[in-house]
């Protein structure tokens, strides 16, 4: 069994995707170990909770040392054992310490069409707003394994959403969220099956 940690800081919809994915054998020969979160109020505890998921927070809040923040994420990793890290809605950045230490174990699910509208400052809602006020007809999601730039990483998966007359940032981040969640199931299954292949766990 694939053991995989989920890295959130809010509300936890893709969280939720994934374990829904798992509960319905959607996804198969994996499960959950750990939900880390960076931010102590985030609804995604509450999805840990309800579904008997150890989690924890490590955060700037309880660690204000970045060193000693990316120390005690390693450890957490390590001590739940983990094959597979999901950045799902994770609104910090990764220490490259951490990205060497799982190199090619992470993946992150961002709410464009990679490479447009990412990196630097594009996260969450600002991705919707920096959409609408280029006037593109389409946007979309993408699920891809991090490296050490942000947002740079080699792309698993991506799916098209159009913008449509109207759209605010809510309803267009509405409509991409949907697809956040079908394309990370998908893309899951494809990592791993890539990882029961190499046989390296
Ligand atoms: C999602 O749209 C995710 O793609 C985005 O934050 C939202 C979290 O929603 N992530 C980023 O912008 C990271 N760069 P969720 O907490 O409901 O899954």
Avoid: W
Avoid at 14 to 28: C, M, P
Wanted: hydrophobic fraction near 40%.
């Amino acid at each position: 069994m694939l053991r995989i940690t989920v890295l959130v800081s809010g509300g936890g919809t893709n969280l939720q995707a994934v374990i829904d994915g798992i509960e319905s054998g959607f996804i198969q020969d994996a499960e959950i170990g750990l939900v880390i979160s960076s931010n102590p109020k985030a609804y995604s505890l509450e999805r840990a909770k309800k579904h008997n998921i150890k989690y924890m927070v490590i955060g700037k809040t309880n660690y204000p040392d970045a060193e000693a923040r990316t120390n005690a994420l390693i450890n957490a990793l390590d001590e739940a054992k983990t094959d597979l890290i999901i950045l799902a809605g994770y609104m910090s950045i990764l220490d490259s310490k951490m990205i060497e230490a799982y190199r090619g174990r992470i993946i992150n699910i961002h709410p464009s069409l990679i490479p447009q509208f990412c990196g630097q400052g594009f996260y969450g809602k600002h991705v919707h707003e920096a959409v609408l006020a280029s006037g593109v007809s389409e946007t979309g999601a993408t699920v891809h394994y991090v490296d050490e730039g942000i947002d740079t990483g080699p792309i698993i998966l991506q799916e098209k959403v159009p913008v449509l007359e109207g759209d605010t940032a809510d309803t267009l981040a509405a409509r991409v969220l949907k697809t956040e969640h079908k394309i990370l199931r998908e893309a899951l299954k494809i990592v791993i099956a890539s990882i029961n292949k190499k046989g390296d766990r």
